[in-house]
């Protein structure tokens, strides 16, 4: 028997055998794609994923023990959807020490953050203290910073307005301005 022809003849075989496997491998691919369904693509849109925000260097006075101070105010519109969305609110302010040199009183401040409310609570999960003094001998600090953060779950349709509010803890303590503050609203659509 010959060898080259042998050779040649498994060689062949070889080929052919690895190019039937390769065309039963990509009809394999095939049918198993054209059997799968259609891949989805969501898009966010921003009247459902949103944010918003406000900032100002105006100042506002803080001189009242019952009203509180509206520092900022932030609109969001969900008016038409029929869901419900979680929405994260973050603020903060530059607070000034107005009390005098030597001053004795405790001047406590509270900040608070609200949703469709002109008034705060005294002692909530995003209500803020801070305590500012000019003590005698004493290089107390000009200004304080003070922030919180809140979240407002199932934010029903419609329009809504978050506030950042400030007010005196008591009517004896010395009225204050807060020279700047920012406010961001970010807002997510409720995934069922």
Same mark, same amino acid.
């Given at each position: $028997? @010959? ?13 052919l ?23 989805? $693509?969501?898009? *966010?849109?921003?009247?459902?994923? *949103?944010?918003? &925000? ?10 009242s023990?019952? @009203? ?10 969900? +008016? &038409? ?9 973050? /603020? ?21 953050m609200?949703m ?12 803020? +203290? ?6 005698? &001998?004493?290089?107390?600090? @000009?200004? $304080?910073?003070?922030g ?22 008591? /009517? ?10 920012? $406010? ?9």
């Amino acid at each position: $028997m @010959n060898t080259g022809l042998n050779k040649l003849t498994t060689l062949w075989l070889a080929v052919l055998t690895v190019l039937l496997l390769a065309s039963l491998g990509m009809n394999a691919a095939w049918v198993q794609a054209a059997n799968d369904p259609p891949v989805k $693509m969501y898009t *966010a849109r921003v009247a459902h994923d *949103a944010g918003w &925000g406000d900032a100002t260097t105006n100042n506002k006075s803080v001189d009242s023990a019952v @009203n509180w101070t509206v520092l900022l105010s932030v609109p969001v519109n969900f +008016t &038409g959807t029929r869901h419900v969305h979680h929405c994260a609110v973050t /603020a903060s302010s530059d607070v000034q020490n107005s009390d005098g040199e030597g001053g004795a009183s405790q001047n406590r401040y509270l900040f608070d953050m609200t949703m469709d409310n002109l008034s705060g609570a005294n002692d909530g999960s995003s209500t803020r +203290t801070v305590e500012l003094n000019d003590s005698s &001998g004493v290089d107390d600090p @000009n200004v $304080m910073q003070v922030g919180s953060t809140r979240m407002f779950g199932s934010v029903s349709a419609g329009a809504h307005t978050f506030r950042w509010l400030a007010k005196k803890e008591a /009517a004896g303590v010395t009225n204050t301005n807060v020279l700047d503050s920012s $406010m961001i609203v970010i807002c997510v659509k409720e995934r069922l």
